[in-house]
Nanobody, 117 residues
Framework: QVQLVESGGGLVQAGGSLTLSCATVGARIFSAALVAWYRQAPGKQRELVASRTRDGTLNSADSVNGRFTISRDDAQNTALLQIDSLKLEDTAVYYC??????????WGQGTQVTVSS
């Protein structure tokens, strides 16, 4: 059974930086077809913020204006999301996802990020 364990969320001041981690248990993350981070703010739909395919293709949402960087640490079997220049509107629950196939598509439990002024 594959599990994703997220960490790194918390309360951060606007303008600061944060790194979220997503440890994969039960599978090797380097073999995943897709590793991605999503977020869901109160009253809003979950949205994709950054993704990385197995071959290294990176993608991020226009709404984050290049402030989010996704990476993969194969030695630690972990996906990372670096968030810079935090804004109040970045407040949300952040979820990681690793996808191998429709039958093997896993999500983390979510980690809260709260940005204060």
């Amino acid at each position: 059974q594959v599990q994703l364990v997220e960490s790194g969320g918390g309360l951060v001041q606007a303008g600061g930086s944060l790194t979220l981690s997503c440890a994969t248990v039960g599978a090797r993350i380097f073999s995943a077809a897709l590793v991605a981070w999503y977020r869901q703010a109160p009253g809003k739909q979950r949205e994709l913020v950054a993704s990385r395919t197995r071959d290294g293709t990176l993608n991020s949402a226009d709404s984050v204006n290049g402030r989010f960087t996704i990476s993969r640490d194969d030695a630690q079997n972990t996906a990372l999301l670096q968030i810079d220049s935090l804004k109040l509107e970045d407040t949300a629950v952040y979820y990681c996802r690793t996808f191998w196939s429709d039958e093997h598509d896993y999500w983390g439990q979510g980690t809260q990020v709260t940005v204060s002024s």
